[in-house]
T-cell receptor
Framework: QQPVQSPQAVILREGEDAVINCSSSKALYSVHWYRQKHGEAPVFLMILLKGGEQKGHEKISASFNEKKQQSSLYLTASQLSYSGTYFCGTEQSGGSNYKLTFGKGTLLTVNP | EAGVAQSPRYKIIEKRQSVAFWCNPISGHATLYWYQQILGQGPKLLIQFQNNGVVDDSQLPKDRFSAERLKGVDSTLKIQPAKLEDSAVYLC?????????FGAGTRLSVL
């Protein structure tokens, strides 16, 4: 079951904040966030495990609401380098063999 | 540390031709994945290997796609014969401790 990401696209000015959401209709064990720039490999950002923990990495953080099967990625004080497409990959509960199902992505554009 | 290597980076073929992609995972990573990424979409899993054994190939179109991972290291993905709808980026990833590391992919155009 493919997770649903929203919004599909967002345009920011440098220094503004953004939130990207990822929702699933299935019970999740973990949510993985990646950023992909055009023509490049997806780059791992962070992993959230069930339990509602919140993780942070400098100005990028994420949360996982196990009850809602939803994860949110928070980008604070955006920089030009944050531009790219953000994907969430979800792993369902119960022995998935680390199989990830990716959403369609959210295109983030940060302008000067 | 070297990342996941893939070749070629680009390939243009005509429909009904065959094509092969190569992947060299990060050293020591036992799990390897092949994904298909159509323009504007997220990566879609085609096949997952654990060492040289197949763990999941439920989404691999087996009438035209095949993959192997001899000796549990390098892997090849083949398409024969190719169709127009196979135009996509084919990504290889290897996994260590829950995290998948991706290569830059091979962009395939089928004309």
């Amino acid at each position: 079951q493919q997770p649903v990401q929203s919004p599909q696209a967002v345009i920011l000015r440098e220094g503004e904040d953004a939130v990207i959401n990822c929702s699933s209709s299935k019970a999740l064990y973990s949510v993985h966030w990646y950023r992909q720039k055009h023509g490049e490999a997806p780059v791992f950002l962070m992993i959230l495990l069930k339990g509602g923990e919140q993780k942070g990495h400098e100005k990028i953080s994420a949360s996982f609401n196990e009850k809602k099967q939803q994860s949110s990625l928070y980008l604070t004080a955006s920089q030009l380098s944050y531009s790219g497409t953000y994907f969430c990959g979800t792993e369902q509960s119960g022995g998935s063999n680390y199989k990830l199902t990716f959403g369609k992505g959210t295109l983030l554009t940060v302008n000067p | 540390e070297a990342g996941v290597a893939q070749s070629p980076r680009y390939k243009i073929i005509e429909k009904r031709q065959s094509v092969a992609f190569w992947c060299n995972p990060i050293s020591g990573h036992a799990t390897l994945y092949w994904y298909q990424q159509i323009l504007g979409q997220g990566p879609k899993l085609l096949i997952q290997f654990q060492n040289n054994g197949v763990v999941d190939d439920s989404q691999l179109p087996k009438d035209r796609f095949s993959a192997e991972r001899l000796k549990g290291v390098d892997s090849t993905l083949k398409i024969q014969p190719a169709k127009l709808e196979d135009s996509a980026v084919y990504l290889c990833a290897s996994r260590f401790s829950s995290i998948q590391y991706f290569g830059a992919g091979t962009r395939l155009s089928v004309l």
